[in-house]
């Protein structure tokens, strides 16, 4: 079976993009799955994109890691596959799209998409963890899927692999794991940040819920005021709006760029 597909990226976190509204992508071959995502044996990527019909929205968004699980979201994929979308004509500039974790609006504004997310939740603030020996400071939030932020002085001497892991499999966090943020507020609207991410299992170049989540935790702990520029480790900047509330924060909105790489075709079954 031939799958035409687009590899697309937002902010550096890239993606293997594929129209399935006939919905004959093998997407319960997780060891093909893995193995397209591989950057080693496949076309290598930080997850795959299914576009899919849906009862509630103008269209499905399915996402599964390059390990081959599936998960609720992810706000860089959503934005291109917003882009993606609306430039097959598949729905128009404004649009709603199913995902697990609810149901997303987005808007097509060229290479950029504005992405209105759902309300973040199971907020905690302020708590303390232990991992290699050290004791941390961490915010967490449901940004659509889960994330510890943690605020540090100096990213660039970060051990991030140890420190991230840690905290992605710790016992506080298990079964299902976290992503793990670290920050370095740069302004009072801005902050830059380094991403552990569930899933690729190592640093992702930019995480598009994992920068709404870190804004959110700054916000909430007062460092930074919206709307908030963030500064990921591709070096692309991302936009974050909210508004914070008594019980957490709403009309959560991730502004930035979704970008076409090049476009193939898929082999399955030989």
């Not at 020996?133 to 915010?139: F, I, N, P, S, T």
């Not at 939030?141 to 510890?148: A, D, L, M, Q, Y």
């Given at each position: 079976?031939?799958?035409?597909?687009?590899?697309?990226?937002?902010?550096?976190?890239?993606?293997i993009?594929?129209?399935d509204?006939?919905?004959?992508?093998p997407?319960?071959?997780?060891?093909?799955?893995?193995?397209?995502?591989?950057?080693?044996?496949?076309?290598?990527?930080?997850?795959?994109?299914?576009?899919?019909?849906?009862?509630?929205?103008?269209?499905?968004?399915?996402?599964?890691?390059?390990?081959?699980?599936?998960?609720?979201?992810?706000?860089?994929?959503?934005?291109?596959?917003?882009?993606?979308?609306?430039?097959?004509?598949?729905?128009?500039?404004?649009?709603?799209?199913?995902?697990?974790?609810?149901?997303?609006?987005?808007?097509?504004?060229?290479?950029?998409?504005?992405?209105?997310?759902?309300?973040?939740?199971?907020?905690?603030?302020?708590?303390?963890?232990?991992?290699d020996?050290?004791?941390?400071?961490?915010?967490f939030?449901?940004?659509?899927?889960?994330?510890?932020v943690?605020?540090?002085?100096?990213?660039?001497?970060?051990?991030?692999?140890?420190?991230?892991?840690?905290?992605?499999?710790?016992?506080?966090?298990?079964?299902?794991?976290?992503?793990?943020?670290?920050?370095?507020?740069?302004?009072?609207?801005?902050?830059?940040?380094?991403?552990?991410?569930r899933?690729?299992?190592g640093?992702?170049?930019?995480?598009?819920?994992?920068?709404?989540?870190?804004?959110?935790?700054?916000?909430?702990?007062?460092?930074v005021?919206?709307?908030?520029?963030?500064?990921?480790?591709?070096?692309?900047?991302?936009?974050?709006?909210?508004?914070?509330?008594?019980?957490?924060?709403?009309?959560?909105?991730?502004?930035?760029s979704?970008?076409?790489?090049?476009?193939?075709?898929?082999?399955?079954?030989?």
């Open positions: 079976m031939k799958i035409p597909f687009w590899k697309m990226h937002g902010a550096g976190n890239d993606f993009m594929i129209d509204r006939d919905e004959k992508f997407c319960s071959d997780s060891a093909w799955l893995a193995r397209i995502g591989s950057r080693r044996t496949g076309v290598g990527c930080e997850g795959i994109i299914l576009i899919q019909n849906s009862d509630n929205a103008d269209f499905r968004m399915r996402f599964f890691n390059p390990d081959g699980a599936e998960v609720e979201m992810c706000g860089n994929g959503a934005r291109c596959v917003a882009r993606l979308a609306n430039d097959q004509g598949i729905v128009p500039t404004k649009m709603t799209i199913d995902t697990v974790a609810g149901i997303l609006e987005a808007e097509a504004m060229g290479e950029n998409v504005r992405l209105h997310m759902t309300r973040p939740q199971d907020w905690k603030l302020d708590c303390t963890l232990e991992v020996g050290q004791k941390l400071r961490y915010g939030v449901n940004s659509g899927v889960p994330h510890v943690v605020e540090v002085d100096d990213l660039e001497t970060l051990n991030l692999e140890k420190l991230g892991s840690g905290i992605r499999y710790h016992d506080d966090f298990s079964p299902a794991g976290t992503n793990a943020n670290f920050i370095n507020i740069t302004g009072p609207n801005s902050l830059s940040l380094r991403t552990y991410e899933g690729v299992e640093e992702t170049l930019a995480c598009g819920t994992g920068i709404v989540a870190s804004s959110l935790v700054a916000a909430k702990s007062e460092h005021k919206s709307p908030v520029t963030v500064s990921a480790a591709s070096g692309d900047v991302l936009e974050v709006g909210f508004e914070l509330t008594d019980d957490g924060a709403e009309n959560v909105t991730l502004l930035g979704a970008v076409y790489v090049y476009q193939g075709e898929l082999t399955y079954g030989l």
